[in-house]
């Protein structure tokens, strides 16, 4: 089945080209499906994406952990469970993924499963358990989405690398990211603006099932795409997977420093549920904070992810130095705030304005470093590149989260200034990158 006028229609004013004449670095095959193959992808990614923000690791959940009585430090490993376990099986999935032809079917079962532990997550929190029981029961379904998710993401870059051309793979990201950006703006203007009597405290379950059904359409949409049958070549036993992608990290020089300038970059996921908890801690936990701090949120991906996708496909190393080198800025001008300005430390509307610069940065920084790699990888490589770059990211994530529990008990200014700092060092390095989008 090829594709619609109307999605060329759509193709062509989305990306500025004729879909039929422009095919770099994807199969002859798949060429002529490149239109709607482009936009399912938005589709998909842009539910997925609405899901992420409606049950954000980084906002909402440190509020459910909240909400149930859980522990505070249980907040602290939400963002390093809910990233390090959707990478660490990665450089298994990359080796298994290779033995099937048609490999969106995996994105698709992954998202019903994401979708099914969000709704859990609800769940919980209605049926009245509390404290150490309740958080640690939310903990463990987060466990198994992160696993689902780590199935999906890395099907995901597989398939659009396959089926989008380069230099239009960031503008997928981008359109996306802008999509459920707007729609987390909404939510979080209600919640931020709506009459108490209209806004109960059971809203933030609603916004849990919400998200649960996103990921549901989600794997729908993406089960409509007209994927070809690709090289099944390559499929490993788990020792053969290992051998080659330690092979293939000690000879690729451009992969090293790759994964180097991710490694430091990991600090603006993290910076993140520090500004809420700190946040929580200077002014509160009205839900109407939680709506302003989504409001930003959704904001931050609304109004710059469609910038960062087009820069990305210009040069993505320039996008990932120059949005990792805003979030070490900001971590700065932050605990300058914190010392110098106490009484403008204790409203909402400072934490809002810093998640959403934050947000603006770490954006740039996800869909620089999601292009770049596949970008790199060229054509035969995808899979193996990024579930080697993700499983490594992953072991450094389950450490740093240990670290990230442990801000919570030290400090959080010193958490967020030694964040900072591996943020800088992230973009000097990006910037020794090799530029994949000109050659």
């Known amino acids: 089945m090829s594709d619609t006028p109307i999605a060329t229609r759509l193709y062509t004013l989305a990306t500025g080209e004729d879909g039929a004449r422009f095919c770099k670095d994807i199969p002859d095959s798949q060429c ?35 909400a149930v009585g859980a522990p505070v430090y249980l907040i602290g490993f939400l963002v390093p469970i809910r990233e390090s376990l959707a990478l660490l099986p990665q450089i298994l999935v990359g080796g298994v993924l290779r033995r099937f032809s048609i490999r969106k079917h995996f994105w698709s079962i992954s998202s019903l499963v994401e979708g099914v532990c969000i709704a859990g997550m609800a769940l919980v929190g209605l049926s009245g358990l509390q404290g150490h029981a309740a958080g640690w029961a939310i903990v463990a379904l987060l466990v198994l989405f992160s696993l689902a998710r780590g199935v999906a993401s890395i099907a995901a870059k597989d398939v659009l690398g396959k089926t989008v051309s380069k230099t239009r793979r960031g503008r997928v990201s981008g359109y996306a990211a802008t999509v459920s950006g707007v729609t987390a703006s909404l939510v979080g203007f ?21 998200a649960s059904v996103t990921w549901l359409l989600a794997a729908g949409s993406y089960a409509q795409l007209h994927e070809h049958e690709g090289a099944t070549e390559g499929g490993q036993t788990l020792q053969d997977v290992f051998r080659d992608q330690l092979r293939t990290l000690m000879s690729d020089r451009d992969l090293q420093r790759f994964l180097l300038a991710r490694t430091f970059m990991i600090s603006t996921a993290l910076m993140g549920p520090l500004f809420v908890a700190l946040a929580q801690r200077e002014s509160g936990t009205e839900l109407s904070s939680l709506g302003w701090l989504m409001l930003a949120t959704g904001l931050a991906g609304a109004l710059s992810s469609s910038i960062w996708g087009w820069f990305s496909d210009i040069s993505s190393r320039r996008t990932m130095a120059y949005a990792a080198g805003g979030a070490g800025l900001l971590g700065g001008v932050t605990l300058v705030i914190l010392y110098l300005a106490p009484a403008v430390a204790g409203t909402v509307y400072l934490y809002a304005g810093l998640v959403f610069l934050l947000g603006v940065s770490h954006s740039g920084v996800r869909i620089g470093r999601k292009t770049h790699i596949v970008d790199m990888a060229g054509k035969d490589k995808k899979a193996e590149y990024v579930a080697l770059s993700n499983s490594i990211i992953g072991v450094l994530l389950l450490i740093l989260g240990v670290f990230s529990g442990l ?12 964040l900072s700092i591996l943020a800088l060092l992230g973009a000097g390095t990006a910037l020794t990158m090799r530029d994949v989008q000109t050659e």
């Open 190 to 210: 209600y919640l931020a603006f709506a009459p108490t009597e209209i806004r109960p405290d059971w809203m933030l379950y609603v916004l849990l099932f919400g």
């Open 32 to 66: 002529n499906d490149q239109p709607i193959n482009f936009l399912l992808q938005i589709v998909s990614q842009a539910l997925s994406k609405t899901g992420d923000a409606l049950a954000d690791a980084k906002v909402v959940l440190p509020w459910l952990i909240g």
């Open 407 to 418: 801000t919570l008990a030290l400090g959080l200014e010193f958490g967020i200034a030694v």
